[in-house]
């Protein structure tokens, strides 16, 4: 989600500046877009006009951990999606809702055709959700993703490792509080408890730590990741990164350098008309929520399994366009931050009383509070 905001913020920047500004960064942006990918049934209608995108949006952010751009990072002969987030704007404006779902989420892999023409790849009744990748490309994790919740998803990108490196690189970092220290021996990431400053490698591997996180499960790194997520969202809000053309013109280039789209996507102008949409939605109202799951095994494979009575009320919340507020914890990875000190509440930035109450078997934060990550020592 705050990925696809900053570039499609940025955009919608260039595309309101200087004509000299304009004309280069427009044809630049666009140039390295890279070729689209068309989703399962999907029908392209003509991009909005400069504006806020009229109605609602649900996109989907996959983060590869196939290492194309710099092996380094990847993992060699296989392509998964190691992240998969669903972010829903609301029809007006005033609220969106971001749905990490565990890698190791046992769920059904929808037939999907194959990314070299050649047929379909079969359904299978029972697999990891991070295969999806594998089989048919982003498409095939956007329709697995959609059969799954039952949202329509019509727009879907898909980031490099490298493009997360460069895009906090681009931002100056991102400041988080680590409440006790992570010494993560797997991937070699180290740090004290305390603020930390994090950009370029660092943040790359305090988003993939698994082992280093309280629990060293998936479960726990997506609440670790969202510490990073909510601290991104209050630092942007802060210190007016978006206002500033230079620097969100650089978070642009980073981000369309390292990612791939789906045709609706392309277009410089719908990724501008949804930042519009994003920009003026409060941290309190921007819910980051983890798929409700539980561990156990399915056909033989072992990972987390699906809470579906607790998936039903946030996808219908969803589908019905409906604010939702959390009664669960932060999750096992995060931790409320004590010396947090409590914003000023702005009354016009309540959470709607109309909000749908999620079971506490959801997990998550709204971007408005701030947490620390859980660390724990881990020697391989």
Known sequence: MTLLKYVSAALAVVLVSGASVVGYAVWDIASSVKPGVAL????????????????????????????????????????????????????????????????????????????DGSGNWGSQSTNKINVALAYGGLACVVKTVSDLTGVSIPFAAKIEFNGVIEMSNAIGGVTVCVATAIDDGQIGLHLPAGQQ???????????????????????????????????????????????????????????????QVSNSLRNPVTLASIALAMKDIDPQNIQLVQYPSRFGSSEGL????????????????????????????????????????????????APPVEAVTLPGSITGQNSAQQTCSEGQDYRP
Request: negative net charge; proline residues 9%; contains cysteine.
């Open 40 to 115: 399962i049934g999907e029908t392209i209608g003509p991009p909005p006009d400069i504006g806020a995108i009229e109605g609602g949006v649900n996109l989907l952010l996959v983060g590869s951990d196939s290492g194309q751009g710099d092996p380094q990072y990847g993992r060699r002969g296989e392509t998964l999606n190691d992240v998969t987030i669903l972010l829903h704007i609301s029809a007006d404006h005033t609220n969106a809702t971001v749905v990490s779902f565990p890698r190791d989420l046992l769920v059904p892999i929808p037939s999907c055709p194959k990314e």
């Open 302 to 349: 072992n990972g987390v399994l699906p809470i579906h009575d607790a998936a039903n009320v946030l996808f219908a919340a969803i589908n019905n366009d409906q604010p939702v507020q959390l009664s669960g914890t932060t999750g096992p990875g995060s931790t409320l931050d004590p010396n947090a000190t409590a914003p000023p509440v702005d009354p016009s930035n």
């Open 197 to 259: 400053t994090l950009q370029g490698w660092n943040a790359l591997m305090f988003l993939r730590s698994r082992y280093g996180v309280n629990g060293g499960t998936d479960i726990a790194r997506i609440s670790n990741q969202q510490v990073f997520l909510s601290a991104l969202v209050r630092q942007a809000k802060a210190s007016a990164t978006l206002s500033d053309p230079i620097k969100v013109y650089g978070l642009a280039k980073a981000a369309v350098d390292n990612m």
